[in-house]
Nanobody, 126 residues
C-alpha cells in the first residue's frame, strides 16, 4: 500500500520559517517526480515545487522562488520543503504528491500525479 505522509505544518509569524516533510512508503519512487501543492480555502489546488528523485532536478512556482526549497533524500524516502520568509498568502494546506511524468516542467498540475498525502496545515500570521 502506497503512503505519503506529510508533517511539519503549524502556525508561524510572517517572515518566519517552517520545514515540511513527506515520508514515502509502500513502493520505490526512484523514477518518479515528487511535488508539493497547496490549497487555500475557496481556491484551487496550486503547484508549489517539484523534484525528480533521479538527478535531483527541481522546478518552482514563480510565487515561491527564492523563499521555498524542495529537496529529496532517496535513502530515507523523504522529501522536504524548506519554507523561509513566509507570507500570509502562503497560508494553505500543503500536499505532497508522486507522479510518473519525466519532464518536471510539465508536472505543475494535480492531474499529473498518481499518489497524494493527506495534507498538513500551514498558517502564517501577519
Amino acid at each position: 500500500q502506497v503512503q505519503l505522509v506529510e508533517s511539519g505544518g503549524g502556525l508561524v509569524q510572517a517572515g518566519g520559517s517552517l520545514r515540511l516533510s513527506c515520508a514515502v512508503s509502500g513502493r520505490t519512487f526512484s523514477s518518479y517526480a515528487m511535488g508539493w501543492f497547496r490549497q487555500a480555502p475557496g481556491k484551487e489546488r496550486e503547484f508549489v515545487a517539484v523534484i525528480r528523485w533521479s538527478g535531483g532536478m527541481t522546478y518552482y512556482a514563480d510565487s515561491v522562488k527564492g523563499r521555498l526549497t524542495i529537496s529529496g533524500d532517496v535513502a530515507k524516502n523523504m522529501v522536504t520543503l524548506q519554507m523561509n520568509s513566509l507570507k500570509s498568502e502562503d497560508t494553505a494546506v500543503y500536499y505532497c504528491a508522486a507522479g510518473a511524468g519525466w519532464t518536471i516542467r510539465t508536472m505543475t498540475t494535480p492531474n499529473m500525479y498518481d499518489y497524494w498525502g493527506q495534507g498538513t496545515q500551514v498558517t502564517v500570521s501577519s
